[in-house]
């Protein structure tokens, strides 16, 4: 699936209000691109060959804008194989933490990423935030991102 630029502009916007809304240092979105293959689930880490392209950044160095990480990897492949919310302080302390060079992330002591589901319940893509200093983060924030995630998933299926 090939964006528009008019989506990735809005995409762009969104993730710069988004964290203009809630004070945080960074906040990006990572589509799923790839179908897995033949007969593979969610789960199936083995056969998978989905991975997460950076579309939009604000507080990252926008040159990693386009980079690809293998859905196996990362905390952001984690949200994205799993479905599932992942909060926690020092990322990089986590042992899916991958980190990209030369985005400027290593700035970044906090990290929440919420899974960006299609109409169908599929995760497409992975919204995440990010903090240079320590951040307990509340259920109005996750609730406000996965308000973000449905404006997201709008984008995508537009560009389908």
Known sequence: MEMTL???QAEQELVAHLAQRLHVDVCSFYRVEHAPAAGASVRDEIDDDRELV???TCGLNQSAVGYRIPIQRGLVGRVARTGKVVALQNPERHPD?????????ERCHTFMGIPVRDGDGQVNGVLVVQTTSP???EMHEVSLM???GRRLDELIRKAA
């Open 135 to 137: 951040h307990q983060f």
């Open 146 to 148: 996965h308000a973000a």
């Open 97 to 105: 933490f991958h980190y990209v060079d030369g985005s400027g992330e």
């Open 6 to 8: 008019h989506n990735l």
């Open 54 to 56: 950076l579309e939009a």
